[in-house]
C-alpha cells in the first residue's frame, strides 16, 4: 500500500507569472533609478532644476509643432501655480533661454518662446542622450516593440488609475 500525498494548496495566482512580472518591475526601478540620475546630470551640467528643464522641453515641443504657449499653459503642464511660472521665467529669461512677448493674436495674451541659444544647449546637451537611447531599441523585432509599447502603456494606464483614486 502507497502513502498518498495530501495535495498541495494552490496559490490564487500563477507563481511562474508573478516571478516574471516581478522581474520586470524590478528592470523598470533600476531603469527609472538609472533616467533620475542621467536627468540629474543633465540638470547639473544645463544648471536648470527640473520643472525648468521640463518647461524647455515642452516649451521646444509647442514649436516645433508650431503652438505658441502662455505662462498658464506652462502652469498647467508641471501642475504649479502662476506665481511659481513667473518665478521660473524671469530666471530662464534671464539665462536667455526664453523671451516672452504679446500674443499675435491677443495683444493682452503673453507668449513664451524658446531662444535659439536654448535650443542649442538642449540640443548640445540632450543629443548624445538621445541616440544612446535609440541605440538601445535597435534591432528590436517589430512584434517585440509592440509588446513593450503596450506594457509601458499598461503601465502608465495602471499607475495613473492609481492617481485618479485618490481625488
Known amino acids: 500500500m502507497t502513502a498518498?500525498?495530501?495535495?498541495?494548496?494552490?496559490?490564487?495566482?500563477?507563481?511562474?507569472?508573478?516571478e516574471r512580472g516581478r522581474r520586470i518591475l524590478e528592470a523598470m526601478r533600476l531603469y527609472r533609478a538609472?533616467?533620475?540620475a542621467m536627468r540629474r546630470r543633465t540638470r547639473e551640467q544645463m544648471h536648470m532644476g527640473e520643472n525648468d528643464l521640463l518647461a524647455l522641453r515642452f516649451l521646444?515641443?509647442?514649436k516645433q509643432q508650431g503652438r505658441a504657449v502662455s505662462p498658464t499653459d506652462i502652469g498647467a503642464?508641471?501642475?504649479i501655480k502662476t506665481s511659481?511660472?513667473?518665478v521660473m521665467l524671469d530666471r530662464l529669461e534671464e539665462a536667455g533661454h526664453v523671451r516672452r512677448h504679446p500674443s499675435a493674436v491677443d495683444r493682452r495674451r503673453i507668449v513664451i518662446e524658446t531662444t535659439e541659444h536654448a535650443?542649442?544647449?538642449?540640443?548640445?546637451?540632450?543629443?548624445?542622450m538621445h541616440s544612446?537611447?535609440?541605440?538601445?531599441t535597435t534591432g528590436i523585432e517589430p512584434e517585440v516593440a509592440a509588446g513593450i509599447v503596450e506594457f509601458l502603456d499598461r503601465m502608465?494606464?495602471?499607475?495613473?488609475?492609481?492617481d485618479a483614486d485618490h481625488d
Request: proline share 2%.
Open 4 to 18: 498518498t500525498r495530501p495535495e498541495v494548496q494552490a496559490y490564487w495566482y500563477d507563481q511562474d507569472e508573478q
Open 132 to 136: 544612446r537611447m535609440i541605440g538601445a
Open 77 to 79: 503642464y508641471l501642475g
Open 84 to 86: 511659481s511660472v513667473t
Open 60 to 62: 521646444l515641443r509647442a
Open 119 to 128: 535650443d542649442a544647449e538642449v540640443r548640445k546637451t540632450l543629443t548624445d
Open 156 to 162: 502608465r494606464e495602471a499607475v495613473d488609475a492609481i
Open 34 to 36: 538609472a533616467e533620475a
